[in-house]
């Protein structure tokens, strides 16, 4: 418990300037190309802050699915959950793997107004982790060999069929390779993997994009 005040402390120190980037719940998202995630271990990481759900359907944090039609067997992303979804639950993260994947879902709420630090990891034995600010929350497979390569735009914020959240997003990163393997202390700022495949500061922009850090030119338009 201890920890944990310490931990909320020194977030709400940190975080007391909001830099971050803010999504009215009504259009707004951002989108960057695609990233292909096939055959490697990686992270998905993002710092995400949103009110309590009132929305029926999942809004996407982060996917590389499609606004309409059909999405295909290789589609990706992490939702955070509405009233009406039938496997998960309100106000929880849920990451979909490709199909064939088992998908993952939070063992805890986030949508509760306060910075919480998701990250969803693949290992080379094909198990899957998702993390609530540093703590497992639930774990499942997703083959290593799995086609993680929808060819869609990567979606941040919202945008998913159409779908929005008024939400805040401080930090995105993708880095191929399995960052953390069991509890840890969140970064409060991430530290640029040397090889991430996409780092998004969404403090940092210019005009309509945010910036991409990894030097891989996957600059966020923001709609």
Same mark, same amino acid.
């Given at each position: 418990?201890? +920890?944990?005040?310490?931990f909320?402390?020194?977030l709400?120190i940190?975080?007391?300037? =909001?830099?971050?980037?803010?999504?009215?719940?009504?259009d =707004? %998202?951002?989108? #960057? &190309?695609?990233?292909?995630?096939?055959?490697?271990?990686?992270?998905i990481?993002?710092?995400?802050?949103?009110?309590?759900? #009132?929305?029926? @359907?999942?809004?996407?944090?982060i996917? +590389?699915?499609?606004?309409?039609? /059909?999405?295909? #067997?290789?589609?990706?992303?992490?939702y955070?959950?509405?009233?009406?979804?039938?496997?998960?639950?309100?106000?929880?993260?849920?990451? $979909?793997?490709?199909?064939?994947?088992?998908?993952l879902?939070? &063992?805890?709420?986030?949508?509760?107004?306060?910075?919480?630090?998701?990250?969803?990891?693949?290992?080379?034995? /094909? #198990?899957?982790?998702?993390?609530?600010?540093?703590?497992?929350?639930?774990?499942?497979t997703?083959?290593?060999?799995?086609?993680? +390569?929808?060819?869609?735009?990567?979606?941040?914020?919202?945008?998913h069929?159409?779908?929005? @959240?008024?939400?805040?997003?401080?930090?995105?990163?993708?880095?191929?390779?399995a960052?953390?393997?069991? +509890?840890?202390?969140?970064?409060?700022?991430? &530290?640029?993997?040397?090889n991430?495949?996409? %780092?998004?500061?969404m403090?940092?922009?210019v005009?309509?994009?945010? $910036?991409?850090? /990894?030097?891989?030119?996957?600059?966020?338009?923001?709609?």
């Amino acid at each position: 418990m201890k +920890n944990i005040f310490i931990f909320s402390l020194l977030l709400s120190i940190s975080f007391s300037q =909001d830099y971050s980037l803010s999504f009215d719940g009504v259009d =707004d %998202y951002v989108s #960057t &190309n695609t990233i292909d995630l096939t055959g490697i271990p990686f992270t998905i990481e993002m710092w995400y802050k949103t009110d309590l759900v #009132t929305f029926s @359907n999942q809004v996407n944090l982060i996917d +590389n699915y499609v606004n309409g039609g /059909s999405p295909g #067997t290789n589609r990706w992303g992490m939702y955070i959950e509405g009233s009406s979804e039938t496997y998960n639950s309100i106000g929880r993260i849920s990451f $979909l793997p490709p199909l064939g994947g088992d998908h993952l879902t939070s &063992n805890v709420r986030v949508d509760d107004n306060s910075w919480h630090h998701i990250a969803v990891v693949r290992y080379q034995d /094909s #198990t899957t982790k998702l993390f609530i600010d540093g703590l497992l929350s639930d774990s499942s497979t997703s083959l290593i060999d799995s086609d993680y +390569n929808a060819g869609y735009d990567i979606l941040i914020g919202s945008g998913h069929h159409g779908r929005f @959240n008024e939400c805040s997003i401080r930090e995105v990163m993708i880095s191929p390779e399995a960052v953390y393997t069991s +509890n840890f202390d969140p970064p409060l700022s991430f &530290n640029t993997h040397p090889n991430a495949l996409m %780092y998004l500061s969404m403090n940092e922009g210019v005009g309509d994009e945010a $910036l991409d850090g /990894s030097g891989n030119g996957k600059n966020g338009v923001i709609h």
